[in-house]
């Protein structure tokens, strides 16, 4: 396509920016840059098929030169596996698959040694239906011990126990059909928001918060660096477990009101930190996974002075191109919607507050492929243009595995290629409505979370350098020329792209530190925003142009003789006014101001 657009385009960039976001940013974790691992699929070093640690050990020196600060550990806990391990059956101890105790000593010991923290992956809404603390509750009985560490309920009166309609509400779960599984044995059903094998602890018990405590404590005395908390805004249920609304074309409830930061929530954090997180010596994160949070309950989730976490994952941004129908119903995202978003967290969290910014993780399809252009001509660049964007927001960015190298979402021909759960119960669900089959895997291949499982690209030998055995889920094929080992050599790749990122927010404290302004909030190609530093007198620029044409950008006066820091495209040209932005262009520019 051609690099130029007519006139009738271009864009002024307003003098003065519209919003200012302000505020000093002085934790240790504000500069640096979290690489989640998920290790099932990251690097096999046994010919079994699946990642373990011993493989994540072997693979640390790439993420050594990648410069990444910290590194998010998926759940490598003993588990049943139904929802990849997000199922623990016993807090204190590794999987077989993933190796023993003594290889996570190893791999703490070497991350360490290379200057890098690991938080660890924290699942406590909900514990597997094998943990030794659900077993004792349910096969106790009503009336036994431990009964209340988990959420049972008695049948609907009038209603026939273990039938449709006797469900104690109407709650959906999130991995579809109903929140609720009758335990003929007991004569009562269990809530799990998720799986049928994922029953949701009782935080109201005092006895259930002091054991995810003191098992929080042993992993921070073997040394860990912090947690990332699964659903944790979850915990709290309202009292009484009302009925939801059931919203058009719906067969359960919608529970959320009803458990998404619900009455106690913030007391069962503030107590969590207390008990375990004060009074440490080391520096240590916390990071809230929490759907359907706001911007004003984020205010006070991240507010140092309440002490309950440091940082939140918000998920409006990642529903912004789904339809009423949920994540598999896909529509096309709209720039000026993420824009919108983006922009007001930012603005919203001011100074008391911090984002996690994210596009992708192992919940996300791959984001080349789902904001980018995949296509063969702008996989590189546009992959480049929404790190570029992201990691030059105010917060702390966080790399999933291969997005540094611009992975995609794999060519899933049939339903027999996908593995979670979630996919294939809604595939289940879906044709038991008389959905036509190839509707529902045209959502799974867009949405799907198998998208990011798919095994990490090494090199481009049979299975991409990530196993010598047969892998759990099938190597996408453009391995062969999307790999780690082709980019390091190439000084132009994704992943140095995501290097020189990197080093930008660990040398350049306007990244960190700097106003955000976003500019031209109502253009659909044009994302575009200036960082201000005004204690050290630096400003940057950021333009990136969404799109597959070129787009001509008028500049406000005095950043012509802009310095250039980083750009997506070989031998930048000095900025002009206008300056038109190549095909999923990205520059970011520095100057100095007074005032």
């Not at 999933?400 to 809604?426: C, K, T, V, W």
């Not at 095994?455 to 999307?482: C, L, R, S």
């Not at 003789?561 to 190549?582: D, I, K, M």
Request: with cysteine.
């Amino acid at each position: 396509m051609p690099d130029g657009l007519p006139g009738d385009v271009r864009e002024e960039l307003p003098e003065e920016p519209p919003e200012n976001v302000t505020g000093p940013a002085d934790s240790w974790w504000s500069d640096a840059v979290v690489y989640q691992i998920y290790p099932r699929s990251f690097a096999d070093s046994n010919a079994d098929g699946i990642g373990d640690l011993r493989g994540v050990i072997e693979r640390l020196d790439h993420l050594s030169r990648l410069g990444v600060d910290v590194l998010w550990l998926s759940p490598v806990y003993p588990s049943p596996h139904d929802d990849n391990g997000y199922d623990i059956s016993d807090y204190q101890d590794i999987d077989p698959l993933f190796g023993t105790l003594a290889d996570f000593d190893r791999l703490l010991a070497a991350v360490h040694e290379r200057g890098m923290k690991l938080v660890m992956d924290l699942v406590v809404n909900h514990t597997s239906d094998e943990h030794p603390w659900f077993t004792a509750s349910r096969d106790g009985g009503p009336g036994g011990p431990q009964r209340d560490w988990y959420i049972w309920r008695p049948p609907r009166e009038g209603r026939e126990p273990g039938t449709p309609g006797a469900e104690p509400n109407n709650w959906g779960s999130f991995f579809s059909g109903p929140a609720w599984t009758y335990d003929e044995a007991g004569g009562e059903y269990y809530l799990h928001l998720f799986s049928r094998k994922q029953p949701d602890l009782n935080w109201d018990n005092p006895e259930v918060r002091q054991a995810v405590y003191a098992m929080m404590r042993w992993w921070l005395d073997r040394g860990v660096d912090g947690f990332r908390m699964d659903v944790i805004n979850l915990i709290s249920k309202t009292p009484g477990l009302p009925d939801g609304p059931v919203h058009e074309g719906g067969r359960y409830g919608d529970g959320s009101a009803h458990y998404v930061c619900g009455p106690r929530i913030h007391d069962h954090l503030a107590e969590m930190h207390r008990e375990v997180f004060a009074g440490r010596p080391r520096r240590l994160l916390t990071v809230g996974e929490m759907p359907g949070v706001t911007v004003e309950e984020t205010r006070l989730f991240t507010d140092p002075a309440r002490r309950e976490v440091d940082m939140v994952f918000q998920f409006e941004h990642v529903g912004l191109d789904q339809g009423p129908g949920g994540k598999f119903d896909v529509r096309p995202l709209r720039l000026t919607d993420l824009k919108a978003s983006l922009g007001r967290w930012q603005t919203g969290l001011g100074e008391r507050g911090w984002n996690s910014l994210y596009f992708s993780n192992h919940d996300q399809p791959r984001v080349v492929s789902r904001f980018g252009d995949d296509s063969p001509a702008h996989r590189d660049r546009s992959a480049k243009l929404l790190a570029t964007v992201l990691h030059l927001h105010r917060g702390t960015p966080y790399v999933y595995q291969g997005e540094e190298l611009g992975m995609a979402n794999a060519p899933f021909a049939s339903i027999g290629d996908f593995r979670d759960i979630e996919s294939l119960n809604h595939h289940r669900d879906q044709l038991a409505l008389g959905i036509d089959e190839e509707q529902i895997l045209a959502g799974l291949r867009a949405r799907g979370r198998d998208n990011a499982r798919t095994p990490m690209q090494w090199d481009a030998t049979e299975h991409a350098g990530f196993t010598a055995g047969t892998p759990w889920i099938a190597v996408n094929p453009d391995h062969e020329h999307v790999n780690a080992e082709a980019q390091l050599t190439d000084p132009d790749s994704v992943f140095h792209h995501y290097r020189r990122l990197i080093e930008l927010r660990h040398t350049e404290p306007a990244v960190t530190h700097g106003d955000f302004h976003m500019l031209h909030p109502d253009h659909e190609q044009l994302y575009a925003f200036t960082r201000h530093d005004r204690e050290r007198g630096v400003e940057l620029l950021v333009l990136a142009n969404f799109g597959g044409t070129g787009l001509a950008v008028g500049l406000p006066d005095g950043w012509e003789a802009a310095e250039t820091l980083l750009a997506n495209v070989p031998a930048p040209a000095p900025l002009t006014n206008p300056y038109t932005l190549r095909p999923w262009e990205a520059r970011v520019h520095r100057r100095r101001v007074t005032g």
